[in-house]
């Protein structure tokens, strides 16, 4: 692994447009192909467009169609194709809904893309607890229209309708993180299918447990690497009773910056903390028909009483003023805030619009909020200095920022600027005591940058893999490098 790690740089200049292929099964694949067209009929597919539509899509790398793709409708279903691929030495695939941004669901090696669409079901409901059970195809959206009557909500928002599985499968987050955390401190249990063809179940509904390992937490977060999530329970929140969201204006990243860190370090419980700079507004001004000040912007949303949500507001309207803020402003109303953040989720197709014949290569870093001002300004010296497109985002409530490059992939001297600048950022979160990904993951597009972070952990990682997958049928060529 750490062999190819050192090599890799070198020898895949082009790393923006191709990605690494492993060695194909041939017979294997086409085995299993036939068994399971048997037990499967019409929902097995292997017609070019749907193989496509299930390998990367979503942003700038090259897309691996899987050779089939299996629509499962029930966990059974779901072991039983594992079984039979495990059988014959065959990659299996999990996808949900294909809205992740590293290449998870590319199939380098072909085999089986397993569908989890059709399981989107919810199971049940303990609203007196505060959790809910549900299938993996159930899109968080999905999920809050059908708790609309019980006061309840689920809030880990990473933009996209993305389905749960796949958002504990990445470990996902989103702007509500926050307040409320990410995906690994929202799911309680979950069933799974491990590379073996064997149904697991992990953690139960109790909010605490001392148990054993942490099997919960180990599978959330492993990109379809140990096995295909087929269950999820889930923790619920109340309805708050007022929402507020508020904008300020700031003359510098760097202020916007230290108005974040003040807020977080004074306890004020602001449930999305969002930054754009100047080239986001802007882009999302033309995008959204909006009329935001185009310089570096903060949008926040408070959750509580109606009492609770005035006080924050104003707090962070003193803050603000004190770290050179202006036009602040704040609403509880719903129309407004919505339209709002409707424009932060359009966002990625914003920014595409500043360049429409290029690719947008989306990253993801992020760092102790101390680190925050300084991280955010050196990148955006390092993008200018090498002459990149390079507007960012973040949630920067939690020191998490995203950069959104966009590239001439035609240009060779381009792409080589952009896959030193995302280099060279990893780099700079773990300088600053941070992480190469707060939440797209690894995939296939951060692993040769995971040794920087993980240098002594890469061989448990790996160990890990080995037990559960002895065969690397599930989802290979994802966080781990392949042997040489």
């Not at 017609?47 to 496509?52: A, F, L, N, P």
């Not at 296939?444 to 972070?453: D, F, I, R, V, W």
Request: glycine share 8%; charged share 20%.
């Amino acid at each position: 692994f750490l062999t190819l790690a050192r090599r890799y740089r070198a020898r895949h200049r082009c790393i923006m447009v191709h990605v690494t292929s492993l060695p194909r099964n041939e017979s294997g694949i086409e085995t299993a192909i036939s068994v399971l067209k048997q037990r499967f009929g019409e929902r097995l597919q292997t017609g070019q467009s749907v193989r496509e539509q299930h390998g990367h899509t979503t942003t700038w790398i090259e897309n691996q169609p899987p050779d089939a793709v299996v629509f499962a409708q029930s966990t059974d279903e779901v072991a039983e194709v594992v079984r039979v691929a495990a059988a014959h030495g065959v990659p299996i695939i999990p996808f949900g809904t294909g809205t992740s941004l590293e290449g998870h669901v590319n199939a380098p090696a072909g085999g089986i893309s397993v569908d989890v669409s059709q399981m989107n079901r919810v199971l049940e409901v303990h609203s007196e607890d505060l959790d809910v059970v549900v299938q993996p195809g159930v899109t968080r959206k999905a999920l809050n229209e059908y708790l609309r009557d019980t006061g309840l909500f689920f809030p880990i928002d990473p933009g996209a309708d993305a389905s749960l599985g796949g958002m504990a499968a990445t470990r996902a987050s989103g702007t509500n993180a926050v307040r409320y955390g990410t995906m690994k401190d929202n799911v309680l249990a979950l069933e799974a299918v491990l590379p073996s063809g064997e149904v697991i179940r992990t953690g139960g509904r109790a909010r605490k447990s001392s148990a054993g390992y942490d099997l919960t937490r180990l599978l959330v977060g492993s990109e379809g690497t140990l096995g295909i999530i087929t269950e999820l329970t889930l923790r619920l929140y109340g309805i708050p009773e007022a929402m507020s969201s508020a904008r300020c204006t700031f003359p510098d990243v760097e202020s916007a910056c230290n108005a974040v860190i003040l807020t977080i370090q004074m306890g004020v419980p602001v449930a999305r903390m969002e930054l754009l700079d100047a080239e986001s507004v802007g882009a999302l001004n033309d995008y959204s028909k909006l009329d935001l000040p185009v310089s570096p912007l903060l949008l926040l949303e408070f959750h509580g009483s109606e009492a609770g949500v005035a006080e924050q507001a104003q707090t962070f309207g003193e803050i603000a003023e004190e770290t050179g803020g202006t036009g602040f402003e704040w609403t509880a109303n719903a129309e407004d805030r919505n339209k709002l953040w409707q424009a932060r989720h359009d966002a990625y197709w914003a920014l595409k619009r500043l360049r429409p014949e290029a690719e947008a290569v989306a990253t993801d870093v992020c760092v102790p909020i101390s680190n925050l001002a300084e991280a955010v300004t050196r990148t955006q010296v390092k993008a200018a200095d090498l002459n990149l497109t390079c507007p960012i985002i973040g949630h920067v409530g939690d020191g998490n920022y995203h950069c959104t490059l966009l590239i001439d992939m035609k240009d060779a001297d381009e792409r080589a600027r952009c896959e030193d600048f995302v280099t060279w950022l990893s780099g700079l979160a773990v300088e600053l005591d941070g992480t190469i990904s707060g939440e797209h993951g690894i995939g296939q597009g951060k692993m040769a940058s995971l040794p920087k972070e993980a240098p002594t952990a890469l061989a448990m990682m790996t160990a890990i893999k080995r037990s559960f997958d002895p065969q690397n049928i599930m989802n290979p060529g994802k966080i781990l490098q392949p042997k040489e």
